[in-house]
């Protein structure tokens, strides 16, 4: 099947960014070669945001980058780009009426990328297929009237849409998309890249090590982790995420987040790290006794299943995608959010549980490996391409007809 990936600020050739950062970049990356893999023919097309770019880039075979000119070409936030929309979207109509290659199904990634998908598939006549990645009213600094409109309206307009967890399929049906027009598939994981097997981040082996992953923003919990280390005594907490290191001094967030474990007297077990590239997150995930995940609110956590699929057990907070994530009792335990004693509390006894810990790190890394393998994720969002394109339809009646 011929399948356009629109992607228009995350592109999946990008080197930038951190292993909290381009979550979309990596996304479109792993879906689109999983999915070549399988036999289909797939194009991303994003927006050229420097001018050496050149127009078409292979990936991987199977998989071609489309650049398109929409906009200066610089990197813009997503939310600079809704008056580019227009011109992406002018620029795939042509280019899906002009030339030879035309795809069956559009599937667009973020709601920029579904504005500039639907205007141009309608007007050609292609199905088109939505991941949000991020609701506006679930994701607190980033929602505002229009985006929640916008959400709305494309989840009407399109064919399909796609939500990644239990939690993202409500807040969709909360702001008016039908439920019928929603399909639950998760984020996978590059179980090849992400192993138990591989170097680690040297580490002080007589002090534990747990690890929290994310953005430093306030609705991620890290203040709660930096309390909860009160109750683990002789653990170290490392934080991987936020700007690159020469610039946390800098930082409101880790400044905020330093002078707490000042204020409860953990800073010489608190470390902040700052970015890391993505290639380098095994080796950090693998340096720890387990993973720490505590948001407020997360509507799909990929440093968990990353962590998992590094055998790494996870204490996380009972929200979001983490209560489909993290099986309670198997692969981790779950706490209330907001809640840095239920958490130091749960981080303690695991820590002080080796065995427990081994049992956990095994099941999460079946799990991973099992539920969220890109081969997996890719084969579930076929069955989707094919049947807003009709050929499930089409194959049941041949097949009926040969028999």
Known sequence: MRIAMISEHASPLSDGGDATGGVQRRHVADLSCALATLGHDVRVYTRRDRPDLADTVPMTTGVLVVHVPAGPAEALPPELLLPHMGDFAQWLRAAWTGEDWRPEVAHAHFWTSGLAAVTAARQVGIPVVQSFHELGGMSPGTTGPSRSSYERALGRAVDRVVAQSQEELRGLVRIGVPRTQLTLVPAGVDSDHFTPEGPAVERDPERPRILSVGRLVERKGFGDVIQAMRYVPGAECVVVGGPPPDQLAADPQAVKLRALAEKYDVSDRVRLIGAVPSKDMPRWYRSADLLVAAPWQDQFGLSTLEAMACGVPVIGTAVGGLNETVVDGLTGDLVPARDPRALGGALRRLINDKVR??????????????????????????????????RGAKAVEEASAQA
Do not use: I, N
């Not at 810990?357 to 076929?382: E, I, M």
């Open 357 to 390: 810990r081994f049992a956990y790190g095994t099941a999460a890394l079946d799990r991973a490996r099992q539920a969220y393998s890109w081969k997996r994720v890719a084969s579930q969002l076929g069955s989707v391409y094919s049947a807003v394109t009709g």
